[in-house]
Nanobody, 115 residues
Framework: QVQLVESGGGLVQPGGSLKLSCTPSTNITTLYAMAWYRQDSGGERELVAGITNSGNRNFADSVNGRFTIAINNAKNTVDLQMSSLKPEDTAVYYC?????????WGQGTQVTVSS
């Protein structure tokens, strides 16, 4: 069974930057896409950014221009670089991956943007 290992969450000041990473716990053969979702307290889980192994990227309007996403195909790792962070970016961020035609979710990592 594949597990998604998330790292990089924490506390950051408004205007600061943070990078989240997600890596499958085991070697895999077919990675189609990886993405980051987020969910704040009492809110709905929403797509933040996603990337396919073909290099296609998509971003939520709220983060477009501030966040970037990249995938390392050799390591099957996806990185979410977050810049110009705002308090409203505070949420639990979840890694998502499509691997071998199955969907997987990480356990979530807290990102808090506060002064």
């Amino acid at each position: 069974q594949v597990q998604l290992v998330e790292s990089g969450g924490g506390l950051v000041q408004p205007g600061g930057s943070l990078k989240l990473s997600c890596t499958p716990s085991t070697n895999i053969t077919t990675l189609y896409a990886m993405a980051w979702y987020r969910q704040d307290s009492g809110g709905e889980r929403e797509l933040v950014a996603g990337i396919t192994n073909s290099g296609n990227r998509n971003f939520a309007d709220s983060v477009n221009g501030r966040f970037t996403i990249a995938i390392n195909n050799a390591k099957n790792t996806v990185d979410l670089q977050m810049s110009s962070l705002k308090p409203e970016d505070t949420a639990v961020y979840y890694c998502y991956a499509v691997i071998d035609n199955f969907e997987f979710w990480g356990q979530g990592t807290q990102v808090t943007v506060s002064s």
